[in-house]
C-alpha cells in the first residue's frame, strides 16, 4: 500500500475540512475583538476599574469549570455532531448578546454575555476535537491535530494585525468608541465561524477504515510466517 493514500484520503473526509476551516475563522475573529480590545473597552466602561475587568474574567473562567464536565459527559453519552449544533446556537446567541452590549455600552450586560460565551467555549473546541478524532482513520491523528494546531496558532497572529490595522485607520489611541469600532467588526465576523459548525456530520466507523486505508488490529490479516512460528513447540520434548 502507498503510505502517502492514506494521507491523501483523509482530506476528503468532511469533517476534517471543517475542523481546520472553523478553527481558522474562530481563532481569527476572535482574535481581533477578544485578545486585543476587549479587557480594554471592558476598563474604560467600567470606570477605569481594573478589579471589574477581573471580575468579568472570574465568571468566565468559573462557568467554563462547571459546564466543561457536563460537556464532556454530553460528548461521551450522546451525538456529539448534535451537541456541537447545539453549541453553534450558543454561540450565536453569545455574539448577538456581546454585539447588544457593545452598542450599549453597559458593564453589567457584559457579564450575562460573558457567561454565554463561557458556556460556548466549554462546548465546542473539546466536542470539535472529539468528533475531528471519530473522523480519523487508524494512525493519523497525530499528523492531523499537528496540521489543526499549526493553524490555531497561525491565525492567532491575523486578529491582531487587523486591529492594528483599523486602528491606524479609525484612530491610533484607546478610545471607547475606537475601541468599540474594532469589536464590532471583530464579532460581525464571528458569526461565521458558528455557522461552520452547523455543518458537522456524525463520522461512521466503516467509512473510517475505508477511506483511511487502516483497519483495526483485530483485522489485520494473519501472516503466515506467524502462524509457522506459533505452531511451533516452545519447549523441549523428550521421548518415552
Known sequence: MNPQQPLQDIWDVRNIR???LWTFLNTSARGIWADTVYTVYIFLIAGNSNSN???LAGANGIT???IAPISGWLADNHDRASILHISAAIGFCAVVATLISVLMGSYYSFFIAN???AFFQSSSAPIMDSLMADS???GLRSKMYAYLYSIRQASGVIGPCVSLVMFHIIGNKWAASTCQTVMLVGLSLHIIPMMVLCLFEKPTLAIQSQDTGYK???QQP???GLQADAAKPTGIETED
Open 115 to 117: 457567561i454565554i460565551f
Open 53 to 55: 475587568v477581573g471580575y
Open 216 to 218: 483495526p488490529l483485530t
Open 18 to 20: 471543517l475542523a481546520y
Open 136 to 138: 480519523i482513520g487508524f
Open 222 to 224: 494473519e501472516t503466515p
Open 64 to 66: 467554563q469549570i462547571f
